[in-house]
């Protein structure tokens, strides 16, 4: 029987502890009950891409592009309607332009080197931004342009500061909206007036540079500042054309002619064996790690085999986090079908464990015993697996993760622990 229970094993086992002991043998009738586990070498993994992100409903906006050494370029860019809270007048005379500006606020969210310079152009919006039929925007939704650009700025972020970045504006468009407030114009007289002259704006980052991704509010706000001469000393006051809440942010993936490259929907996979035993999980990029742990339904062959608690080790590539590519506490993780549709949930996530000697021997624990079970259980014959994601702020965050596959030099493994009865 021993030897039937390590031949089988052999298939997936990469090394294998046992611990004979006779506790417990009084359930049954004669025997020795063997605790043992095995680490095994089998698990496969593969990148998924989810190509189609909502992210009109998202927590910020998300501006910036980085080429990564791995995953290629990752360009994020946002198009938002900003309006009047109602009628805009200035009639005073004594009230005189100053200027107009765009201001943002961060929201403290960065990835990659924020040491980098990074610019961006703001572009007037020439037609309405609005939902698609089913009421969402997603990340590869995009909108015309002005192509020449209302205003630019070339700064090095501060994303945990309280200050504003403000981008100035033409001066004529500032005339331009300032006169129409002084005139009572229709265009300035209502919010939705407004956006029917003023479709929105497009604040896009200089994708010649790799910089850092940045995040910012969802509220920013074209200010027309003007100065009130009514008052001593004159004082400078503005006009707020605050965000509408109707944002999209647009992500493109730039791949070259990596393995990765192919990635075109939720049911293609490109297995580690053709991204040099690394797979991958990026945010903003849509890219999910896939893990496949065959031979499960060969262990159930086994005669008295039980198992007691199986643990899934995913390893990163050593040192593939660091200051600014900071590697994620949990991932989210989801049982899926062959086609990556989801079939279940995980109350729990994979939790980073890191090496804090070495910082080389990173991992994120999961105890997958239910799926383990479940899968030997199984009588018909499927390519069920687990899919992680990261958890917060999916669609408008750039976060990555390098998983070490199973001939790497930290191999992402499982760890089977059973019993086994022997007369």
Do not use: W
């Not at 992210?55 to 309607?81: M, V």
């Amino acid at each position: 029987m021993r030897n039937l229970i390590f031949s089988i094993l052999l298939i997936v086992a990469a090394s294998c502890g046992v611990d004979s002991t006779e506790t417990g043998t009084s359930f049954f009738n004669e025997g020795v009950l063997d605790y043992s586990y095995s680490d095994t070498s089998s698990v496969k993994l593969a990148t998924v891409c989810y190509d189609k992100l909502a992210t009109d409903g998202a927590a910020r906006l998300l501006i910036g592009s980085h080429d990564d050494e791995r995953l290629g370029r990752l360009t994020s860019a946002a198009y938002f309607q900003v309006m009047p809270s109602g009628a805009v007048t200035l009639k005073d005379d004594d009230v005189t332009l100053d200027y107009l500006a765009l201001s943002l606020h961060y929201d403290g969210y960065s990835y990659y080197d924020t040491t980098q310079e990074m610019t961006l152009h703001v572009h007037r919006v020439t037609e309405e931004i609005a939902v698609n039929d089913d009421g969402y925007l997603y990340n590869n939704d995009s909108f015309t342009i002005e192509e020449e650009p209302l205003g630019s700025i070339t700064f090095k972020p501060r994303p945990h500061s309280s200050d504003s970045l403000e981008i100035r504006m033409p001066d004529a468009l500032g005339q331009e909206i300032f006169a129409m407030a002084k005139a009572e114009d229709v265009d300035v007289s209502s919010p939705e007036d407004f956006l029917k002259y003023f479709r929105g704006l497009a604040l896009l980052p200089d994708s010649t540079l790799s910089a850092s991704l940045i995040g910012f509010n969802t509220t920013p706000e074209l200010r027309l500042y003007y100065n009130d001469r009514s008052v001593t000393p004159v004082k400078q006051r503005y006009v707020n054309f605050a965000a509408s809440g109707v944002h999209s942010v647009k992500v493109t993936k730039d791949r070259g002619t990596s393995a990765l490259a192919g990635l075109t929907d939720t049911y293609s996979k490109v297995s580690s064996v053709e991204t040099d035993d690394v797979s991958f999980i990026q945010a903003g990029g849509g890219l999910a790690l896939r893990v496949e742990i065959p031979y499960l339904r060969e262990l159930k062959q086994i005669e008295n085999f039980y198992v007691v608690q199986a643990t899934l080790e995913i390893y990163t590539v050593r040192r593939s986090g660091g200051d600014y590519t900071a590697l994620p506490s949990q991932l989210q993780v989801y049982p899926v079908d062959r086609d990556n549709i989801v079939i279940g949930q995980f109350n729990t996530g994979a939790v980073l464990v890191e090496d804090l000697d070495l910082g080389r021997d990173n991992r994120y624990v999961l105890d997958v015993t239910s799926f383990v079970k479940q899968q030997m259980e199984t009588v018909e014959l499927n390519n069920n697996a687990l899919l992680f994601t990261l958890t917060d702020n999916f669609s408008v965050s750039a976060n990555r993760l390098y998983a070490a596959a199973a001939s790497g030099d930290y191999d992402t493994r499982v760890r089977i622990y059973y019993a086994t009865l022997n007369n």
